[in-house]
């Protein structure tokens, strides 16, 4: 697919399901692995019920790994992969009224920049994002410099207005908790944001003896499908 202006070409991996049964959501899938591992196969098992019940179109994009290609250049991959799916969506059976990133760790992260860059650029309009355990943020044992853009770092956006429905998933032994909290609290706090977020309540999931947030990723990008 297109690439960002002067960049290479990103590889998309498409799932999509073998019947047709009418108008399906579009997921942008982006995988985790610290920014510097993995690829458009990584993790993109747990979206495959979604394509086998016949209620999406899943994009797995492999964006550029760092340190080889620092920022920008794995949030502006993540980008054009939306947007290339977002000017495809009839070819590819998607309603464009229902268009999901879905991401975990880094790519949770990358998928918060991603709707930043959406919201900021006018394009595509997303209808949810679903970030699982997060990286959201720069500034943990080492203080990152001034100048990290907020499409890296995401909570360092100061405006979260115009953002789409979002979910977060995190536990009381992720490494990232803290943040991830931090920056749920914040998208909570403002009442004009024509958003919802699921309740932050705490819950022990089934044979994780880890407390968390209630709520299921899984049954959350259901539901967004069948909205």
């Not at 002067?6 to 073998?18: C, D, R």
Request: glycine share 14%; aromatic share 4%.
């Amino acid at each position: 697919m297109p690439g960002p202006d002067g960049a290479p070409e990103p590889t998309v991996l498409i799932f999509s399901p073998v019947e047709d049964r009418g108008g399906k959501g579009g997921i942008l899938h982006i995988h985790g692995g610290g920014m510097i591992l993995g690829d458009r196969r990584t993790g993109v098992s747990a979206m495959l019920p979604f394509v086998a019940e016949g209620s999406a179109v899943v994009v797995s994009v492999e964006y550029r790994l760092a340190p080889e290609h620092p920022d920008p250049a794995p949030v502006e991959d993540c980008y054009a992969g939306l947007v290339w799916m977002a000017k495809n969506a009839e070819e590819l059976g998607i309603d464009p009224e229902r268009l999901l990133v879905v991401g975990t760790s880094a790519g949770g992260g990358l998928a918060a920049g991603t709707a930043l860059l959406a919201r900021d650029r006018a394009f595509p309009r997303l209808s949810h994002q679903v970030l699982i355990c997060p990286m959201l943020d720069d500034r943990g044992e080492r203080r990152g410099g001034p100048d990290v853009s907020p499409y890296a770092a995401p909570t360092r956006a100061e405006d979260l207005g115009g953002l789409p429905w979002t979910y977060i998933d995190t536990g009381s032994v992720e490494g990232f908790r803290d943040e991830i909290l931090t920056s749920a609290r914040r998208e909570r706090r403002p009442p004009d944001m024509g958003r919802r977020l699921s309740r932050f309540r705490r819950h022990r999931r089934p044979g994780s003896g880890a407390a968390g947030i209630r709520g299921d990723p899984r049954g959350v990008i259901r539901r967004a499908l069948e909205a």
